[in-house]
């Protein structure tokens, strides 16, 4: 069996408590704490037969690695996960899925981007997101923190070679949409109906030459204010709730 690992936070416990509460080993919860919040998600804990373990603010934190833990944190069992992009898209062909959703981070390091991207993708029903081994954030525990959950349910695949992985879902037929301030056409004038991989750059930089050069077609989300472009997770949440929008 694989070792336990921890997560930390209402949001992030909450989510394994109701998707998997078999896979928790014990969960620490600050005893000080008698608020409302706290009360019910005890509660819940003691209803889903979850260990509890009454500590102080101090062991919460040496155990989550971060002071922001708002006195809850589970040592917990990984769970079982598609262990790459290939099975993932067998699995969607083979219940039927023909048109998957894909988010592709390019140079995203931050793991407060990288977090909020998962809980918005895990909220618009996305299948994957999807970014390169390197000049990227992995999943840590500050990241699941601010995924709310989203880091458990939201498959996440770091690939070796992106521009190659984007060529490899070409030839499945998914069309690759990258976001550029430049795009001669706006996202709301794409058609993200079918099969389709969203890829978002870094703030700033945005999207590496090479990933730019493989995308099929390039969009930009209009700004009409007097900043220049959105933080990374907010294009994420506008363009895949587009892709819900016209989905639905």
């Known amino acids: 069996m694989s070792s336990p690992k921890v997560l930390f936070g209402f949001h992030a416990v909450g989510v394994r408590l109701k998707t998997a509460p078999q896979s928790i080993v014990e969960i620490y919860y600050e005893a000080t704490r008698r608020d409302a919040r706290m009360r019910q998600f005890l509660d819940r804990a003691r209803e889903a037969g979850a260990r509890l373990i009454e500590a102080d603010s101090l062991r919460i934190a040496k155990l989550a690695g971060s002071h922001g833990h708002q006195g809850v944190a589970a040592r917990v069992q990984p769970l079982a996960q598609v262990t790459s992009l290939d099975e993932l898209l067998e699995e969607?062909?083979?219940?039927?899925?023909?048109?998957?959703?894909?988010?592709?981070?390019?140079?995203?390091?931050?793991?407060?981007?990288?977090?909020?991207?998962?809980?918005?993708?895990?909220?618009?029903?996305?299948?994957?997101v999807i970014a390169p081994k390197d000049h990227a954030a992995g999943i840590n525990a500050t990241v699941a923190k601010v995924a709310s959950g989203a880091a458990e349910t939201m498959p996440y695949f770091m690939v070796t070679n992106l521009a190659r992985t984007l060529g490899e879902l070409k030839e499945r037929?998914?069309?690759?949409?990258?976001?550029?301030?430049?795009?001669?056409?706006?996202?709301?004038?794409?058609?993200?109906?079918?099969?389709?991989?969203?890829?978002?750059?870094?703030?700033?930089?945005?999207?590496?030459?090479?990933?730019?050069?493989?995308?099929?077609?390039?969009?930009?989300?209009?700004?009409?204010?007097?900043?220049?472009?959105?933080?990374?997770?907010?294009?994420?949440?506008v363009c895949l709730y587009e892709a819900l929008r016209q989905r639905t």
Do not use: F
């Open 92 to 128: 969607l062909e083979e219940k039927g899925t023909v048109n998957p959703l894909l988010l592709v981070l390019d140079g995203v390091t931050d793991p407060h981007n990288l977090g909020a991207c998962l809980r918005v993708a895990d909220g618009a029903g996305a299948h994957a």
């Open 173 to 237: 037929n998914i069309w690759i949409i990258g976001t550029s301030d430049d795009a001669p056409r706006t996202l709301y004038q794409a058609d993200l109906k079918g099969p389709v991989a969203l890829v978002l750059g870094a703030e700033g930089a945005g999207m590496r030459q090479l990933t730019r050069k493989t995308c099929d077609e390039l969009v930009s989300i209009p700004m009409h204010g007097a900043v220049e472009s959105l933080n990374v997770s907010v294009a994420s949440g």
